[in-house]
């Protein structure tokens, strides 16, 4: 796995537990974790895709 597709979905999983904790919280501020997250999650399948090709 390269690295920045590793540190991307690093990424991905902190910002998925940070919204989590977030909407637990009663905090709307939860929705920029997740975008953060589908953002993240983006870039580490654009890597790994690169890698193969």
Known sequence: ???LA????????LAVVA????FVQGS???I??????GLSSNMAWYYLRRQRA
């Open 6 to 13: 590793f540190y991307a979905v690093a990424v991905c999983v």
């Open 32 to 37: 920029v974790w997740v975008l953060l997250a």
């Open 28 to 30: 709307w501020l939860g």
């Open 19 to 22: 919204a989590v904790i977030s």
């Open 1 to 3: 796995m390269p690295r």
